[in-house]
């Protein structure tokens, strides 16, 4: 493909103002359909930032060998899930896709090869956010998949590369939590608010400490961080989401958070507002 013919596919997305960039804390896929405190902050958040030409969504859920990205015209709304109400199952979120998009985001990617993906879709990290923020769906929705066989440091430096869709009116959200212990959920204590065991309390804390300094390099090196980081971050699929919303703060960025709450003692929802 020469120059030209990538400028005409890729001008839909001229500059703009800074578009921010999100950590969302997903949960449960429940949060798709309920109207419950943290589906009402994504549904408001979605009417307080500027609307985005496109939305690009690193999901906690969609785990590959190499990086690949969404590239199909019409993505599929993904159930992978079990054991929830048939309500869920039904829910379609037709938003479209961008090829024109994932092509520039290939394009951007010069560490690694990227892969055009025509079989995945939406899977439950994006589309349970998403369809509150933009519930008309006019928005179109990609997702950029983690490569699981790559450390954190990978993972930060490649959203890096990612910062002129910022400018391009993308709004860049990574999907998953940064406490996220599934084996030692309190299930008897999920309706109890702020339920958090103390270790998941302390860790989000200090996460939220450095995020707020702008001090990346612990988080990225999260494994040195003791018994409590191997508690929260048993698994890092629900954490790398993370590290690429913090690999594109700019030092000029503000940080806030939302949905700062823990739930079933090992999870937590904290969410983050970069810019």
Do not use: C
Request: neutral net charge; glycine residues 8%; charged residues 15%.
């Amino acid at each position: 493909m020469n120059l030209q013919s990538l400028k005409n596919i890729t001008d839909p997305f001229l500059k703009t103002e800074t578009m921010p960039v999100l950590f969302i804390g997903h949960g449960s896929p429940m949060n798709g359909i309920e109207n419950n405190a943290f589906s009402q902050y994504w549904a408001t958040l979605g009417k307080e930032i500027p609307t985005p030409t496109a939305v690009l969504v690193v999901s906690a859920h969609w785990l590959t060998r190499g990086t690949h990205v969404t590239a199909m015209e019409h993505p599929k709304t993904i159930h992978d899930f079990g054991g929830f109400p048939q309500a869920l199952f039904a829910v379609q979120y037709p938003a479209p896709g961008s090829p024109a998009l994932a092509l520039e985001t290939q394009q951007l990617i010069k560490s690694t090869p990227v892969g055009l993906d025509h079989e995945w879709g939406l899977d439950h990290g994006t589309w349970t956010i998403v369809r509150h923020m933009y519930p008309q769906a006019n928005v179109p929705v990609l997702q950029l998949s983690i490569d699981f066989y790559k450390p954190a440091q990978y993972h930060y430096d490649l959203a890096k590369e990612l910062t002129a869709l910022r400018k391009k009116g993308v709004l860049i959200i990574g999907s998953g939590n940064m406490v996220h212990n599934l084996r030692m959920v309190a299930w008897n204590k999920l309706n109890e608010p702020e339920y958090g065991f103390d270790w998941a309390h302390d860790m989000n804390n200090l996460f939220k400490k450095h995020i707020t300094a702008g001090s990346h390099k612990p988080l990225i090196e999260y494994e040195s961080m003791g018994q409590a980081a191997k508690l929260a971050i048993p698994t890092p699929d629900h954490y790398y989401p993370l590290l690429y919303t913090l690999g594109l703060q700019d030092k000029n960025d503000a940080v806030s958070f939302f949905n700062d709450r823990a739930v079933g003692g090992s999870l937590t929802m904290t969410s983050v507002k970069i810019g």
